[in-house]
């Protein structure tokens, strides 16, 4: 998606590491206009219309996952991390370890909120290693749910997550595949 | 909002120590087309011709956050809760006690993304004690940016936080109001 690439390439910040920031539109301030535009873009890549249900992680796929969801006119779940007071029994969970927190964390869905009937669009906002994906795939085929595909905004391709996914031939469509990011700026991966 | 406190009344559950669970439609699975038309009853109750922010918590705030932005044309920042390595310098900062998580928790939001010229909406889906409001409000004047006010979905009244933002002069509206929970049901207070 040109438009997402041309904001990463204006406003993205390369960290030492290869940590990329996108921290301005995306991921702490979000441009909604944006997140609208990009929702289209999966409404174009994905048959939206059998989807009963987009499916998110806490925190920063939220603001993605709604805007698309809203633009699908279906509900958004998000699977929280860790255990709240707030959730009762019955839960769908999946360990994964992440890596910006570095240590393991727990997501969880209410068995309530999906269901064997439910045709899921996984959404997240940003994929590096590909573990909050892995975990919600988990809980999707937990659930006996339809995996329609996963749809990411931003995916560091150098870190293969979202490889490993496509070789399990799971419909994933990345919008901007950054596959390297270092003193010599952004390189994105062809479409 | 009647159609809040009817999907309340209807969907809410009560769980032993007055916890209300709304989770059905507001924070785990959210129901996308009635955050839409909360985002419209705030446009309504709030001057939001002149709102450049909304600002909201992690993270069940973000879905309806988004949706408000969204109708109002204007970028949506979360604070976020704790430190994380994705956060370079520069932030402003509160502290306040979790009582979901029984902890104090630091919400944080990078001086980038908010600043002195900023009008600011705070929204949040639901309110009890009022910590990540205060919290949230701290923020906000640490800017130096002003507070247009503050728009709540469901608000436990009878645990006062919301009492003493309204004592403090600042414009909260709440679309639900619940003073009491327990085996008699849902009390709601009068518009």
């Keep these: 998606m040109e438009l997402l690439k041309k904001r990463i390439q204006e406003e993205g910040k390369i960290l030492p590491g290869n940590?990329?920031?996108?921290?301005?539109?995306?991921?702490?301030?979000?441009?909604?206009?944006?997140?609208?535009?990009?929702?289209?873009?999966?409404?174009?890549?994905?048959?939206?219309?059998?989807?009963?249900?987009?499916?998110?992680?806490?925190?920063?796929?939220?603001?993605?996952?709604?805007?698309?969801?809203?633009?699908?006119?279906?509900?958004?779940?998000?699977?929280?991390?860790?255990?709240?007071?707030?959730?009762e029994g019955g839960l769908y969970q999946s360990d994964i370890f992440s890596y910006t927190y570095k240590k393991k964390v727990t997501l969880l869905v209410s068995k309530d909120w999906i269901s064997a009937d439910d045709k899921v669009l996984i959404v997240d906002d940003f994929m590096a290693n590909g573990e909050a994906m892995r975990g919600l795939c988990d809980i999707v085929k937990e659930a006996?749910?339809?995996?329609?595909?996963?749809?990411?905004?931003?995916?560091?391709?150098?870190?293969?997550?979202?490889?490993?996914?496509?070789?399990?031939?799971i419909n994933i469509q990345s919008l901007a595949i950054i596959d390297s990011a270092d003193e010599n700026g952004f390189v994105f991966r062809e479409d």
Tied chains: 1, 2.
């Design 19 to 87: 940590i990329v920031k996108v921290d301005g539109f995306l991921n702490h301030r979000v441009d909604t206009e944006l997140m609208e535009q990009i929702a289209e873009e999966f409404k174009k890549r994905f048959d939206t219309s059998k989807v009963t249900l987009v499916l998110t992680a806490e925190a920063s796929g939220i603001a993605l996952a709604t805007i698309c969801a809203r633009a699908m006119g279906v509900p958004m779940v998000f699977a929280k991390k860790a255990k709240s007071d707030n959730i």
């Design 144 to 169: 006996g749910a339809e995996l329609v595909g996963i749809g990411i905004a931003v995916e560091k391709g150098f870190q293969h997550g979202g490889d490993r996914i496509r070789e399990a031939g």
